[in-house]
Structures are given as C-alpha cells and as structure tokens.
C-alpha cells in the first residue's frame, strides 16, 4: 500500500516562496501519474503540476511560470518548488498519484494534504 506525506506548508507574504515535498512509501508504480493539485475551502479542485508515465511535466495555467515541479524517483520523492505566491494560491495542496486514468479523477493514493496560506 502506498502511503504519501507532504510538507513544507506554511504562512508567507505574497512574494514568497515555500518549498512542498511529498515522500511516498511503498511501491510506487513508474507507470503512475503523479503530481500535485490544491483545494480551497468551497472550490474545486485545481491541478497545479504533475508528471505522467511518459515524463511530461503539466502545469496548472495559473502557475505562469512560478512554480517548479521535480521528483527524486530514487527517494520516491516529490517536490514543488513556489515562487512569487499570490493570495490566491492560498489552500490545502495534496500530492497524489494513481494510474493516469485515475489521476486526474480520483486518486487512490493521496496525502493528507499541506497549508499553503498568502497574505496579502
């Protein structure tokens, strides 16, 4: 069973940047989706980055450029890198990861989820 953990949330000022990690234990399949998505309190669902089982690295389009995915395949580790935040990327980001068909839907394996809070 794989089980995800994140870290690196917190509470800066817009300009800031903050560093995410998620270390999965378990087998994690090299054919899986894996990324990151965010969830405000009464939104959907946002995709932020993520990678698919051909090594396309996706960014959510409000990203612009400010945020940068990576993994360590090795440690079963990924990152995500933010910079420039803006008050709207305040929410709870997950890292997941699940067959790409069920990525993008409803993953199987998810975090428990990080605090990313901006301040304006």
């Known amino acids: 069973q794989v089980q995800l953990v994140e870290s690196g949330g917190g509470s800066v000022q817009a300009g800031g940047s903050l560093r995410l990690s998620c270390t999965a234990s378990?087998?994690?399949?090299?054919?899986?989706?894996r990324g990151w998505f965010r969830q405000a309190p009464g939104s959907e669902r946002e995709d932020v980055a993520d990678?698919?089982?051909?090594?396309?690295?996706t960014y959510g389009d409000f990203v612009k450029g400010r945020f940068t995915f990576s993994q360590d395949s090795a440690k079963n580790t990924l990152f995500l890198q933010m910079n420039d935040l803006k008050p709207e990327d305040t929410g709870v980001y997950y890292c997941a990861a699940d067959t790409c068909g069920s990525y993008y839907i409803r993953p199987r394996f998810r975090g428990q989820g990080t605090q990313v809070t901006v301040s304006s």
């Open positions: 990678v698919d089982n051909e090594g396309t690295i």
């Open positions: 378990g087998f994690l399949d090299s054919d899986f989706c």
